[in-house]
């Protein structure tokens, strides 16, 4: 004969135990990150959502219209004829930028690993740039590369007729780049200076001990080790190298021509000056997916060349 | 309990605090606030504005405060549009010639008529036509054009001195005042001194639009008087060109790209600029003339620029802030702001009157610059869409800064640019 059992009754104290210490913990947890996770949400998620609501409509300022028009920003980036010259200059300036920065960067980090005397001046020197406002930044650096401006004044003392920097295709985006490279270059070396400070010294001297000449130590084991480093600083370069607007908005204003309208300062161009809020928003989209699709791509081929510890 | 009386003292303080947060300004002062857009920083411009708007709030109690905002005039435009974007729209702003067609024609701003022409004492019909041509549509008025400036030449006498060449007095009265004669004169300056001939000021090899002070002397306009084609490509308009690239390039009498000048720092012979400049002279540093622009091939010409105040239908108090305009514009301040900026009232374009408030300025300066400029004069060029158009004739400007510039090929180029925007 079965016997019934009655299903227990909940007891007071059983409802009590509900606020475990660990659900406390995860609670507390949660608080600390609320401020995190409130800024990223208000100043993040929701924008980028806005964003491409926007991207589906034409939003008149002035007239004080907004109408939703579906695919029709997309169908006008993928006709707009000045695109492509615009996507050319960006890769042009963050291929620039990216080589040139992160070379010199492990160039400077490696020359100031020494222990010379000076080299924690020097460091300071190179990193000094980092922490200037970038407007002032490139407002001194227009009044060098101008015509009869300090660096063509330098050049004329060595005999060299200058060119007009700033106004030529090729110089203006090369300009451009040097003054973004040495404004931002500290950074990436102070971060390879701590990576090549964390390279176990015994792998050198074991290397010497085996014969390995200075530039196999620096392939073999430098590289190699600090190849996390390299891969942390190329995906912010990259990121960053896409978002460049106010050097080329103080120094060429996009030009001469076009030369040097790259996406953001496009962007910029669309929404604010011309007042296709709508268009713009469509191209911010456009610059999202770029940043995600190539910070995906090194994400995905570090393995190839990233050396993992584990 | 002392965590209970704190918690209970910061609530209650929140609690006192949380309205103000959520108050606008307009609510936080005594009556409500009204806020102008401006772009000059100028402070004996700002104390003018900030007296008369004294008075104003002293005979109406209704109103608050009334702010000046001044807003940097290279993104003036834009960062206005970003703040009627944001909901922040100014309860009425200076708007730019070029952006005239813009606001006039996108219904953003409030017709002023009724508000204007009702106001006791006003003289509604005292406006000048041909200044408020560019603020109306379809009979209606929609900005107050309170500045309208003609451009002309400062010269420095003493540079063109010491470089032996003839006063513009001299060649006004011999006949001679024409762009080819200053041409020569500003290379000879250059040549001897090595100070700049002609600058054409805040041009920078970017803003276009002040070309007209010299392409108006060849009859050469960037489109056609209907706004619908590009004539960039016209004969006149390369013979401008030509000219300003020989001047250039080639006889070093306009300084060059990238080079660095000022006049009102007395290295410069001639400056093309607005009269209101004259407020940057130094007493004393040097001594100077202020001449008409000399004439072109085409003849005889002038060229004013414009900026109007309009009120925002999208504004908190567009009622009182057209009120405040007709404050603001009636007789007796639009002669106060004469001392600055040229009015559009007929009654007032005299050299008696603006002689008053301009003491820097001659009677015969005035005469021949200001009032025939003003009455004779034709507005830089402007048109719906101005900044995608003048963004594209920039770019493609670009390639005739250059010594060996293919002028026809960068001028038709530009057209083709420009040619499917005028259309549209």
Request: with cysteine.
């Amino acid at each position: 004969m079965a016997q019934d059992h009655p299903l227990p009754s909940i007891s007071p104290d059983v409802r009590r135990s509900w606020w475990t210490p660990a659900r406390r913990d995860h609670f507390i947890g949660y608080l600390f990150i609320l401020p995190q996770i409130t800024g990223l949400v208000v100043f993040v998620l929701v924008p980028l959502a806005l964003m491409a609501w926007y991207s589906l409509n034409e939003w008149n300022v002035l007239a004080g219209t907004f109408s939703f028009v579906g695919l029709g920003n997309y169908e006008k980036l993928a006709t707009d004829p000045a695109l492509p010259g615009v996507l050319w200059a960006s890769a042009c300036f963050s291929v620039g930028l990216v080589l040139f920065n992160l070379s010199l960067a492990l160039l400077l980090a490696v020359l100031l690993n020494q222990k010379l005397a000076g080299t924690v001046v020097f460091r300071t020197i190179f990193f000094s740039p980092v922490v200037v406002s970038l407007v002032a930044w490139a407002i001194v650096w227009r009044f060098l590369l101008q015509q009869d401006g300090g660096i063509n004044a330098v050049l004329r003392m060595l005999s060299i007729d200058g060119p007009n920097w700033l106004r030529g295709p090729n110089t203006a985006m090369v300009s451009v780049i040097v003054v973004q490279v040495v404004k931002n270059v500290g950074l990436n070396m102070v971060l390879f200076l701590a990576a090549l400070q964390n390279v176990p010294q015994e792998l050198y001297e074991a290397a010497r001990v085996d014969g390995a000449s200075r530039w196999t130590q620096f392939f073999r084991i430098t590289v190699p080790l600090i190849s996390p480093t390299v891969l942390l600083t190329s995906i912010i370069t990259v990121a960053g190298s896409l978002q460049v607007f106010a050097q080329i908005a103080v120094l060429t204003e996009g030009g001469p021509g076009t030369s040097t309208t790259v996406l953001v300062y496009y962007l910029y161009q669309q929404a604010f000056q011309f007042h296709f809020f709508g268009y713009g928003a469509s191209l911010a989209m456009l610059l999202l997916l770029i940043v995600g699709a190539l910070t995906y791509l090194q994400w995905s081929l570090r393995k190839a060349w990233v050396y993992d510890n584990d | 309990m002392k965590r209970t009386i704190t918690t209970t003292l910061c609530l209650t303080a929140l609690l006192a605090l949380a309205p103000t947060a959520f108050m606008t300004p307009a609510q936080a002062a005594d009556g409500l606030s009204l806020r102008m857009a401006v772009w000059t920083g100028n402070a004996k411009h700002l104390a003018l504005l900030n007296g008369i708007a004294d008075a104003y709030k002293a005979k109406h109690p209704e109103i608050g405060t009334i702010t000046f905002d001044t807003i940097p005039y290279d993104n003036y435009t834009t960062t206005l549009t970003t703040q009627i974007a944001g909901g922040n729209a100014p309860d009425l702003a200076w708007i730019l010639e070029s952006a005239a067609p813009d606001f006039v024609g996108s219904g953003a701003l409030l017709a002023l008529d009724d508000t204007l022409s009702s106001t006791a004492g006003y003289d509604f019909a005292d406006l000048s036509p041909s200044a408020t041509a560019l603020w109306r549509q379809d009979g209606k008025l929609f900005a107050y054009p309170f500045s309208t400036s003609p451009y002309a030449i400062f010269a420095n006498l003493d540079i063109i001195a010491a470089a032996g060449q003839k006063s513009p007095a001299d060649l006004i009265a011999a006949g001679s005042w024409n762009w080819q004669t200053v041409a020569t004169e500003a290379a000879a300056v250059h040549a001897k001194s090595g100070k700049n001939g002609v600058e054409i000021r805040d041009f920078d090899y970017k803003d276009w639009t002040l070309l007209t002070t010299v392409w108006d002397g060849w009859a050469a306009r960037p489109w056609s008087a209907d706004g619908k084609t590009c004539t960039l490509d016209s004969s006149d308009m390369a013979d401008a060109m030509a000219f300003l690239h020989k001047a250039i390039f080639k006889d070093g009498a306009i300084p060059g790209p990238g080079t660095s000048g000022d006049f009102f720092a007395g290295d410069t012979a001639f400056s093309i600029t607005q009269i209101s400049r004259a407020s940057l002279l130094k007493d004393g540093a040097f001594k100077w003339d202020l001449v008409p622009l000399p004439a072109g091939p085409k003849g005889s010409y002038s060229v004013i620029g414009q900026a109007g105040i309009g009120v925002f239908k999208n504004g908190k108090h567009p009622q009182d802030a057209a009120a405040f305009l007709a404050f603001l514009s009636s007789p007796e301040n639009s002669l106060k702001l004469a001392q600055f900026f040229p009015p559009p009232r007929l009654s007032q374009l005299n050299a008696e009157t603006l002689g008053k408030t301009n003491p820097l300025l001659s009677k015969s300066q005035l005469e021949e610059v200001v009032v025939k400029g003003i009455t004779t004069g034709k507005v830089s060029p402007s048109h719906t869409n101005n900044a995608q158009i003048a963004q594209q004739i920039r770019a493609s400007l670009d390639a005739a800064w250059t010594p060996d510039a293919d002028l026809p090929a960068v001028l038709s180029g530009a057209c083709a640019k420009i040619g499917p925007l005028l259309a549209h």
